[in-house]
């Protein structure tokens, strides 16, 4: 976490995917001890927790700050 630069609420979405992903661990830790419906149920919890983490995932940038985003729209063309 040091070797980045977040933003405060970077942060706080940073620990919610890894909490997601936390209990998608541990909900298929315990789905393996299971059978039959049980087991299914567990399953698709730990593939909806999954889906969450990477929903919260997909909203981190991971930008450099030493190398700022390219400006958008097309290059001038100009050499």
């Given at each position: 976490m040091q070797e980045n630069d977040f933003?405060?609420?970077e942060v706080v979405?940073?620990?919610?995917?890894?909490?997601?992903?936390?209990v998608e661990d541990?909900?298929?830790r315990e789905a393996?001890?299971?059978a039959?419906?049980?087991?299914?149920?567990?399953?698709k919890a730990a593939g909806d927790a999954a889906t969450t983490g990477l929903r919260f995932w997909?909203?981190?940038?991971?930008?450099?700050p030493a190398k700022p985003a390219r400006r958008?729209?097309?290059?001038?063309g100009k050499p």
């Open positions: 933003t405060p609420h979405v940073f620990s919610r995917a890894l909490t997601w992903f936390d541990k909900l298929r393996e001890g299971l039959g419906r049980e087991k299914d149920a567990k399953l997909r909203t981190l940038k991971f930008a450099d958008p729209g097309r290059p001038s």
